[in-house]
């Protein structure tokens, strides 16, 4: 959210209340998820969401490495999150920066937090995250894709995991943010949360919003984020009704 001048700032909200691509306040992006993407990992999702394109690949439980960091009583979740040199406009320098390691630590423990990590002490469960293309709200994608990967490798949890970002839009707060509404807009606030009990794991902030404001934005975010979740179990039964395989689906449930 960098200064820019007021005639560089395009029109994000009509008068009749539509946004730049004409969705209304509390609609989401298209989003497209399959599941088990990647005959090589032991889970992985494909997630299309708007114009983002991301890729979750989940191995383990498997040995740690490096091995100082085992735990003897759980197991360890580690996250690498990056995005590909080509996934934005402005060519990006290979590998993990500041970013992306704060992103991949954020994740981690959000997952941490709902993986049944004591039931595989001494072990890692691994999640590589990759976006291909990106288009705001990668690291809520990124979110959904890992999560739906940790299903498909059978990796018991406590529920799925969907994320979302609202933000704060010419004065209106809105759900699911694209790249100009990212960019110009006044608040972004990405969020996850455990559908059946409605807890929070992941809420990060960008910006400002008055407390009303921010009580609405966490309000239309629960609501994308069932949404979403509905779609990541959709993806898991696609993926398993044919075979009739029960652990993900359990998850799914």
Known sequence: MGSVGAKDVPVLMTEDGRRIDGR??????????QAG?????????????????VMAAVYGPREVHPRHLQENNKAIVQCKYNMAAFSVDERKRP????????????????????????EYPRTSI?????VLQANAGTRCAGVVAAS?????????MVDLLPAVAVGKVAGHVVLDLKKEEDNFGEADLPMALVPQSGRLVLLQMEGHMTRTELSKALDLGVGGCRKIYEEMKRALRERYAPTGTASAMEVAA
């Open 126 to 130: 691994d999640i590589y995250i990759e």
């Open 95 to 118: 590998g993990l920066d500041r970013r992306s390691q704060e992103i991949s630590k954020v994740i981690a423990e959000a997952f941490e937090s709902v993986i049944f990590v004591e």
């Open 37 to 53: 993407a990647l005959r090589q990992a032991d889970g992985s999702a494909f997630v299309e969401w708007g114009a983002n394109k």
């Open 148 to 156: 739906v990967a940790l299903a498909d490798a059978g990796i018991p």
């Open 24 to 33: 209304r306040a509390d609609e989401l992006r298209p989003l497209r998820i």
